[in-house]
Each structure stands twice: as structure tokens, then as C-alpha cells.
């Protein structure tokens, strides 16, 4: 680096305007200082010492209150930012475990009215999609506790756990959106005047409490119950599963269930699992076809049936023995979906995920039935 280089001033682009105002005042005071000696040598009349130290005074006192300009704006950049609002502290968020439930949420809706609060979930198991609110239960051991948005909480026990939105898209099943058992376009959604199932010489109800019905679906229940007592011997009680709550509305787990056109039946075992209240998975090894194929014939044969829903092991086990009875094909395609597969529209007994321990029927207007049902 040259001399003439390390001795350069700072241009003042490069200075701060205070620097740059000291700069300015040292110029002219130079200049100032410069011409009187200039006027003197050339024998004028220069200005005397006093007009020099006002100069320099008025110079200094420029320069002073610049810096008192400067010290004033940074405490007002201070003071202003003292005046801004801290951001809040962020809320820690209790770490719950996942929950290991088969459930997959699908949509939540959070709102600080929790009675407003809604989640949309599918049970894997069941094969049924579920709008919950805080406080409902998903099955005898596990309610809704929370919902947040993007997650809801459990409440399992004394245990809490979290089922989070997925991250990778979710697909409906086409058969989810053709048989479903939400409930039909005519639907109320609540049952007035509904009687209670009472006790039947041919059946049993597991949960009176959640009995309750339209007469039309008491009687054509008890029509069926005695039908298949009728046309079978020495079998056992037919289980009565749930119809609806008083007063019907929203019942989870079920979609329908809601205004006393619906109850769940379970299948006619054989040995001990027979007199069993519980509703059990029926297989070749242990479901009573002959009684079971009699049971559902006997609720077609009300008139009053809508649809059932019955799983397609259990539809190809009524149908191969329907067959090997002499049934004729008409009846059989009346009756079965099988063996026309899962999303075949036709067929009163039809394929839906979760019935293979129970089958659902839906009841609605009377219907014409052939005279041998």
C-alpha cells in the first residue's frame, strides 16, 4: 500500500452523516481560516481574532448538537422497541403416545365452543366412517377427550392417547361410498312415540337400555323370531343386539341405529357359543348355516326389510348350502349379493366390513316377498 493511500481520508459515502457533518464544518472553517491569511499576505483588511473564535465556536456548537440528534434518535429506536409486545411463550403440548386403536382420522374441526368441536374417523376394524364430538365413545373402553386441530385425544382408562391426521392421502374404498350404514335420505335421525323391544318367548336382547324402536320394527322383529321357530326345531334363542336409544339420535359406534329402524342380530351358532349372548365370529367351524339361512329368510319374509348386511365368507357358506338345498337361482340372486362381488348393487343380503359376528338389518316400508320366503 502507498503512503498517499494509507493517508487518505474516508470519502463520504463511506461515513456516517455526523462524520460527514464534522468533515463539512472542518472544510469551511479551513477555507475560513485559509482566506484570512490569504488577505493578509496580499495586504487587506482580514477579520480580526474575535470573528475567528466565534467561527469556531459556532462550528463546535453545530457539531454538539449534532451529537445530542444522534444520542435522541437511539433512545427513541429504544424506547420503541422496549414498546413492542414480547412474542407469548409458546404452550407446551403434553406428549401423548399414539394410540395402537385401528382408526384412521379423516377431517377435524376445532372451535373454541367444544360443543361445536367435530372429527371424522374410519374404523379399520369395522370398516365404518364415524363423526364424533367430544365425550362420545368409539367402543366400551375408549371416548373422545379432545379435539384439535389436525389430531384428537382418547380416553382410554386413566390413559390418554393422540390419533394425528395422516400424512400420506387416505382412500375411500368405492364400497364405502355404495353400501353404507349412515342412515337413508328419509331418515329423522330421532325416534318419537318408539316403543322398547320387550322379552319373546323365540328371542333374547343383550342391552334392553338400547332396545328401542318404531312398532313397525318391533313387530316385524318379532314377526321374523317367530317365523324361523317356526320352520326350524329345537333351536337355540335368537340374540338381539342393539336397536336404538330412547328417544333415538347419534348412538357411536353406529352410523345409523338412530330412529328405531335398525338392529343387529347374531348368527345361529352351534355348541356352547349358541346360548352365548355375545355376539361371536361365526366360520365353517362353528356357524349353524341351516338355522342361519332359516333366520334371515325369516326376516325377508316380513315384508319389511330393506337391506342386511351379512359378510361375504358368511353369504358364500349360506349360498353354497342354499344351492346344494335345491333353492332356485331367482331366490338366490334376490337374496345374496355373493358370489357377484362387494360392490354389486343388487341383493338384499349385502356385503359390509364388520358383520361377520352379527348381520344389520334396516327396516323400512313394507315390500312384496315371494309366498315361499
Known amino acids: 500500500m502507498t503512503k498517499s493511500t494509507r493517508n487518505a481520508r474516508p470519502t463520504p459515502a463511506r461515513q456516517t452523516w455526523t462524520e460527514r457533518l464534522r468533515f463539512g464544518l472542518g472544510i469551511s472553517l479551513g477555507i475560513t481560516i485559509g482566506l484570512t491569511a490569504t488577505l493578509a499576505l496580499a495586504g487587506c483588511t482580514a477579520p480580526d481574532e474575535l470573528e475567528a473564535a466565534l467561527a469556531a465556536d459556532e ?20 424506547d420503541a422497541n422496549a414498546e413492542q409486545p414480547m412474542p407469548p411463550a409458546p404452550i407446551a403440548v ?23 368441536s367435530s372429527a371424522t374417523l374410519r374404523d379399520e376394524q369395522m370398516g365404518t366412517i364415524l363423526n364424533l364430538r367430544v365425550g362420545d365413545a368409539i367402543d366400551d373402553e375408549t371416548t373422545i377427550e379432545a379435539i384439535e386441530r389436525g389430531r384428537i385425544l382418547l380416553r382410554r382408562g386413566e390413559i390418554i392417547e393422540a390419533l394425528s391426521l395422516p400424512q400420506a392421502a387416505v382412500r375411500i374404498d368405492d364400497s364405502l361410498m355404495n353400501f353404507t350404514e349412515a342412515p337413508d335420505d328419509d331418515d329423522p335421525g330421532t325416534l318419537k312415540n318408539g316403543v322398547q323391544l320387550g322379552p319373546g318367548a323365540h328371542y333374547e336382547i343383550k342391552r334392553p337400555d338400547n332396545a328401542w324402536g318404531e312398532r313397525a320394527t318391533l313387530l316385524a322383529i318379532q314377526r321374523a323370531t317367530t317365523i324361523y321357530s317356526r320352520t326350524t326345531s329345537d333351536g337355540p334363542k335368537i340374540h338381539i343386539g ?49 338355522r342361519t339361512w332359516a333366520l334371515l329368510r325369516a326376516f325377508v319374509a316380513t315384508g319389511y326389510v330393506r337391506i342386511i348386511f351379512a359378510d361375504t365368507s358368511i353369504q358364500r357358506l349360506l349360498y353354497d348350502y342354499a344351492r346344494e338345498s335345491g333353492v332356485d337361482e331367482s331366490t338366490l340372486e334376490m337374496l345374496l349379493q355373493y358370489p357377484r362381488g362387494g360392490n354389486f348393487p343388487g341383493g338384499i343380503i349385502r356385503d359390509w366390513p364388520g358383520h361377520k359376528n352379527h348381520f344389520h338389518v334396516r327396516f323400512g316400508a313394507p315390500r312384496a316377498t315371494p309366498a315361499d320366503l
Open 59 to 78: 462550528a463546535e456548537l453545530m457539531l454538539a448538537n449534532a451529537d445530542a440528534d444522534a444520542d435522541a434518535d437511539a433512545d427513541a429506536n429504544a
Open 94 to 116: 403434553p406428549d401423548h403416545p399414539a394410540t395402537k386403536l385401528p382408526l384412521t382420522l379423516l377431517a377435524t374441526m376445532a372451535s373454541e365452543d367444544v360443543q361445536r
Open 242 to 290: 342393539d336397536l336404538s336409544r330412547r328417544g333415538g339420535g347419534h348412538f357411536p359406534p353406529h352410523l345409523s341405529h338412530r330412529s328405531g329402524r335398525d338392529v343387529d342380530v347374531g348368527y345361529v351358532l352351534l355348541g356352547t357359543e349358541a346360548d352365548d349372548l355375545l355376539f361371536r365370529r361365526a366360520d365353517t367351524d362353528n356357524l349353524d348355516v341351516p
